[in-house]
């Protein structure tokens, strides 16, 4: 993969002025990530897969036997770990939300959600054709993997683009958890997947949105897999290129593009070009 274009961007936390300052914003889509995560977790990582042109009204039937199959080598798997909390890539997560203040046993990170489900003998339904490959990828790799609506996101506050970032949140910020119409109270100072003010995913890889969620009219997806090069990062490696295969094989992606985000290339472009 090629380097991640840089952005002409304002200072993070800058808000936008009016619509003005996205003039031709809407023929760029970006995934940008807060210099203060680095600085807190300098071995941040993110695996990005963009597919688009996907029909996700056909019934899942394959999608399903291959989340069956990752349910069932997941639970094989775990038959030898005495805790799910001691899985390295699991305890990873718990350290890093310790680190920033966040109880792991009251917020535990999506994937330490999942395995925990298999472990006391439930199951993951069939959602729809991309929410099951996610889970999918997600279990075989042992990683935190999303999937975001591309065509919901919103101007940013930081570039004349639309898009997502990770970023503290701030004052007017709104979140509605999946599955509620109700609006929840997000303190300020907390690291988010937000698009404009609308926040997508709740401390890091915790709690999604409503806004946003995968549905059978989705046809194009922003999937980030999260992790820590010195942990977790070749199997972030590892699930992007087997999501992206999967896009294609699967999900009969039109166009599937991969990305990689750490301190060193803290932003991609998703969709068009960056500004001269």
Not at 69 to 89: C, Y
Not at 161 to 167: D, L, N
Request: charged share 20%; with cysteine; proline share 8%.
């Amino acid at each position: 993969m090629a380097a991640n274009p840089p952005i002409n961007r304002v200072p993070f936390g800058t808000p936008a002025q009016s619509d003005m300052d996205f003039v031709g914003g809407t023929d760029m889509v970006i995934f940008a990530v807060e210099p203060e995560l680095f600085r807190v977790f300098p071995d941040a990582c993110f695996g990005v897969v963009v597919a688009e042109g996907i029909d996700n009204r056909v019934p899942p039937g394959d999608t399903v036997a291959g989340l069956s199959a990752a349910i069932s080598a997941a639970q094989a798997r775990l038959s030898s770990v005495p805790e799910v909390r001691e899985h390295p890539h699991v305890a990873v997560w718990r350290q890093a939300f310790t680190t920033i203040g966040w109880n792991p046993n009251r917020f535990p990170s999506s994937i330490e959600a999942l395995l925990s489900r298999l472990a006391k003998g439930h199951t993951l339904p069939s959602v729809n054709r991309v929410v099951d490959v996610a889970n999918t990828v997600s279990l075989r790799h042992v990683v935190p993997v999303g999937a975001h609506d591309l065509n919901s996101f919103n101007p940013l506050l930081v570039a004349p683009a639309t898009g997502i970032e990770i970023r503290r949140s701030v004052e007017g910020d709104t979140f509605i958890p999946f599955g509620s119409a109700e609006f929840e109270e997000v303190p300020a100072g907390e690291f988010v997947y937000v698009s404009g003010h609308e926040i997508r995913t709740r401390r890091w890889v915790w709690r999604q949105s409503e806004k946003g969620k995968i549905t059978e009219s989705t046809t194009a997806v922003f999937f980030p897999i999260d992790g820590f090069a010195g942990t977790t990062g070749h199997a972030v490696r590892d699930a992007q290129e087997d999501l992206a295969r999967l896009c294609s094989e699967l999900l009969g992606a039109r166009s599937v593009r991969r990305f990689w985000v750490d301190a060193g290339s803290p932003e991609a472009v998703l969709v068009g070009h960056p500004y001269a």
